[in-house]
């Protein structure tokens, strides 16, 4: 499993083994703990031009396989996301592509998914606590060179994603000062609004930075309390990229990851900032300190460690960027995988009526390229015979029809073990001519896109991306 | 110094030709008793255990048991020598031979001493005495002085004999009492297993061994558990010794490929035809198998005590392989071979495989006490694992008193089951609990080099009176962690887990004890499944449905449970009732050994098969349930109706929680007619009288496969059979992994791929020793359009190399030989 990050300052790879084999208590198939075989150094994003180019980005794969004595045949699943200003450059989706190829088995690869990358983050740095303090709910902030990406969630479970303009290299400095050597889209529009000139090769003074940091803190603050009234106006207005739902609460902890996360636990444990202030060319260790400053959004930086810290997002991509699915899937062929970026039209309840199944197949039709419908139990609950026998049945009449054509994939995902008797029912067990799969133990999510790697030991990778 | 420095090779042992049999008799209050043979007296001078009466060896009262006893304290050691016990053949077989390779001067003293004054002789003698006897002893002598003795005698004579072994620490010590840790998970996950090793080490188990039983024998995955086991030792200091109890080929293949082996194990059995074709390997195999562990392996030089051995009473009545050897008298031979190989330890796990071996509790305890005396005196480092299972009549409590028992006795070594009950092989042992217990009471401390590692991490510290106390860090896991939560992390992962959830208060000790807590729910799921083990089939239930109600040879759930061949045959009247019916498919239901799963499960599963079934288009006949049956049964089942598929519903030994002591199985039991399936099969399974090959689909119940989801399985695999004619393995090797319906293939987007390639090019190609074939090499095949592949029996094929074997129509082939 790998996982890798390319971001708006630094990126890293994770390398993690895992076995995938049968309980013998249970009979099913799944995979085991993932233990980490291999955690690069961080490396410079390496822009050429403020663009990241598709040979260097190939240049530090090899790299880190190298380091960590791993073949590109043995990877079975993963994730690439290139975030913040990396995915800014036009060449992100070609990039995706190239590491695709590189790794023979599919891997997931996003550009400038931001939902996404907040879900990774908060599973790569906060989950593990949270399952911990199960009561408490957790917030994450992934502050990074271009965005902040928020989650919450509970127990392990993400209930909220959001992403804002919060970063440290909106304002790029030469090193070793505050003279501007870059500025981003966001930071030239925040300039405008605070009416202050930015311009490459002039200092950056001292009232300019505070009044950006001074808005950053705010902006934070309002996040934590759930201030929505603060994004719908400028300058909040400005900081918005993916608006999040989070609407407050009590008993809420905090946790960070990202760059200036890294350095927010690197104090609290007794560490110093860097001495130089723009040292990393950027207003990371300026924004660090301000947050340390604040106490309502380092009080629980002491209490709550998570372990992952900067490298959240690197460690949620290469342990969670891919579900497992269950072992007795309804396929009607292995050589249909990988399916790539099938849109997830709608959810079926399995007590739908004969009219909700002939809408959804219907609009799953219209996608000559093949689709995704997510199956939903009733509460919860395992389904009995009679639903999943009466859904099966809907199903094989809409399928029978023909219309949807033979090889066009229809794949449902179900959250619990019924993928191949749902599957069954539905093909009248393998009759009707249709390429209809059922992938089940994986659990629904709120999602634009979804895909499927190749089969190994009868489970296959799912891969979710697109985030609402 | 290599084996033969110490034992005979195999053609220089003697034995005597064996005497004509002889008729034992006596008369005891005008009656006369006889046996014909001494085998036949040794089984009928034995404590009656249920082995031995289903096999017919039991006498069948205490009269007769007393005048095979009275006969057999006559004999003497020379006559016992004079009659080396035959196979049913009538030959001598190598474990017999090897038994034959005793010390003759010491064997000169006593050769003239009849059985009786022997066991007087013992109960005079000291510990180093009876160890000195022993040498001299066979197997057979062994057991026949041990069917004289009472339970004092054999508490009380073990008790003197110690026998030391040393590896990485000195075992076997007077005032010590070692542990196995036993860290099995069902999945192998190391994360598991580490808190399982490092909760065993907390309580200052594990100086014997970290032994953990696999539940995947590849080789892999026994390198990456042996490689974590010991790196585990390192990082944590423990004096000891790691090992995967692995099948004995895997662990030389690890040695050959330089990962560390400190320990080799192997179970052992007291006749060559259970050692040969139960476990694989033969007298000659071990032989070679203790030459390469003494050159390669971790500990070559440093020690020749680095075999482990496991028995235990009645694996070759399980197996069928007795040779009408009784119980006790085969498990001393097994010693007589393990004797050979100078082990380090060995463990006797009678109790293991159930009721059809020993039916209860005193049963068990008896076999224990005789296995450690004879072990004992037959110089072996014995340890002893009272277990039982969930459908004998044995429990907690009659465990514990064994536990006494064999403390008392000496017993080397006990294992560590995280809080008892395995969570792989579903029966139930001791725990580290236990151990502390023992070693409180009995003021045993482990080897002295673990002693001192633990005194030196506070898991044991040393009172005033020199006795072993609980030190601050006992049964503190997160002593050799960053935290409690990183040790709560790696915890999460152990399935029956009473009381170590996360987040969770419990306390988890009571003084030495399991807290109220954790005993309360352990002992609530293991009434569960015992429930389950004793339930009946609901036939209010199953009445409901169209069904035809037949019986088997098992009278009773008793005779079921402690006869299993009675389960395998219809009842005569039942078998007579039916006639030939042309159907494709019959679906049996029988209780198997929890009629609870199947009350559970059939009325979800049932209806899916016979949708699925009749759907396409297979001619079912009408359902049968059979009360007391076994899988065999499906067999008789075919050749009274003549169908060439039996589907059989039954319920799994229960294990000790409370989900899985509801799971069924579905037995897909494929009678082979047709001349080329017959041919294949047989060349395949190396089984020239073969008629039958069955698929299973295990864990059906909520926590596993659910029965809906199996109900389709079910179906997948009966249509899979029917169209390969083949099931079991051959099945998985002529279709791959296709997750899919037969006939699939077939519809207008899966283009039947026909074999239309030239008949130049390759051939065959022959894999060699290759262990792992995976799918760029099946790719390669298809490129050389390749028709066969020769491989050894031994290699792991991919699922998707299956597939792509499936795909490419490339058949395969064996190049060795079992």
Known sequence: MIGLDFGSTTSRAMIARTRVGQNRFSGTLGAGTPEIIYRSEPLFTPFVDDVLHVEDVLACLELWLKQSGTCAEDIFCGGLIITGLAARGSNAETIAAAVEQRLCNFIVATAADAGLESWL????????????????????????????????????????VGCFHIGARHFRFQPGSYTLAGVSEIGRQLADYYGFSAEVGRPMVRSCRHLILDLYIDALLAIVHGDQAFFQCLPGSLLVDLPSGWQGGEDLSLTFSGGVGELLYKVSEGGALPATIAAFGDLGIDLAERILQEPELCRHLKGHVPENRGQSTVYGLAIHSAEISGHSVHLPSPSLLPLRHLPVIGRLCISASKDDVAQAIAMAARCTAGSCLQIIPEAGSYPSL??????????????????????????????????????????????????????????????????????????????????? | MSLVNHHKPLDQIVVPVPAREQVYRMRVAGQEYSFQGLAALLGAADYSKAGDRGAGLAVDNEIQREAARSILADLTLQHIYDHPLTTREGDIDEVMVVNYNIDHDVFGTIAQLTLGELRDRFMECTGPELLEFGTGMTGVMVAAVTKLMSVHDLVFNARKMRCHSQLRNHLGFEGTLSSRIQPNHPTDDLAAITAMVLQGLSMGNGDQVIGLNPSDDTFDNIAACLTHLDQLRKQTGAPTQVCVLSHIRTQLACIEEGVPVDVLFQSLAGTDKTLRRGFDVSVSFMDKAWETMNKKGALAGKTEQFMYFETGQGSEISYGYHEGIDMATAEALTYGLCRRYTPGMVNSVTGFIGPETHANSQEIIISNLQD??????????????????????????????????????????????????DRMLSYADTSGHDNQTMREMYNLRPAPEFWHWCLDKKIFIEDKLGRIRRGPNWGKPEAFCDSRSEFDDMMKNVPMNYGYGSGTQTPKTAGPRMSSPIVRELRMNMAVARQAAT??????????????????????????????????????DSFDALAPEQCDIQIVVTDG????????????????????????????????????????????????????????????????????????????????????????????????????????????????TPPLEAGAIIVEQARQILHHKAAGNRLKCLQGFMMGLPGAADLPMFHNKQDDRPVGGIRFYDFGNQMRITEADIMILGRWEVREMLVSRRAVLSPLAMDLLAIERIKIRYNDQV
């Open chain 2, 535 to 572: 339930s009946y089939l609901n036939m209010e239930l199953l009445e409901q449905l169209d069904i035809r109600l037949l019986d088997s040879r098992a009278s009773s759930l008793q005779e079921h449970h402690s006869n299993p061949a009675a389960g395998c045959f219809l009842a005569v």
């Open chain 1, 121 to 160: 983050a908060y599973m790569g740095n906060t989950q593990r606590m949270s399952q911990a303090f199960p009561r408490s709910q957790f917030m994450n902030l992934d502050i990074g060179g271009g965005t902040t990406n928020i989650a919450v969630g509970r127990n392990g479970n993400v209930s909220e």
């Open chain 2, 593 to 704: 050994l929890s009629a609870e799963a199947v009350n559970t499960n059939v009325m979800d599963v049932l209806p899916v098969l016979e949708d699925g079934l009749l759907s396409s288009g297979l001619k079912l006949g009408k359902t049968i349930v059979v009360p007391h049956g076994r899988v065999k049964l499906a067999e008789d089942i075919v050749r009274a109706l003549g169908c060439k598929l039996v589907i059989m519903l039954l319920g799994e030994r229960p294990g000790a929680g409370i989900e899985s002591s509801r799971s069924m199985s579905a037995y897909l039991v494929y009678h082979l007619t047709d001349e080329e399936s017959l041919k294949e099969a047989r060349l395949f399974a190396e089984l020239p009288g073969l008629e039958f090959e069955d698929s299973v689909i295990p864990n059906i119940y909520q926590g596993g």
């Open chain 1, 386 to 468: 009679m639903d999943v026998r009466r859904l099966g049945q809907h199903l094989a009449e809409q399928l029978k029809s023909g219309i949807i054509n033979a090889d066009t994939p229809l794949l449902l995902i179900a959250p619990m073990d019924f993928g191949k008797v749902l599957g069954s029912y539905a093909t009248e067990w393998g009759r009707i001519p249709v390429t209809l799969i059922v992938v089940d133990e994986v659990q629904e999510r709120s999602v634009q896109f979804v895909s499927l790697g190749c089969a190994r030991n009868y489970v296959i990778p799912v891969y979710y991306y697109g985030m609402h």
């Open chain 2, 372 to 421: 450690l005396f004879m072990g004992k005196l037959m110089g072996l480092p014995m340890g002893v694992s009272p277990c039982f299972t969930m459908h004998a009549d044995a429990g907690v409590e009659g465990q514990e008193m064994a536990v006494q028992l064999l403390t008392s006795a000496g017993a080397q070594y006990f294992v560590d089951i995280h809080l008892g009950v």
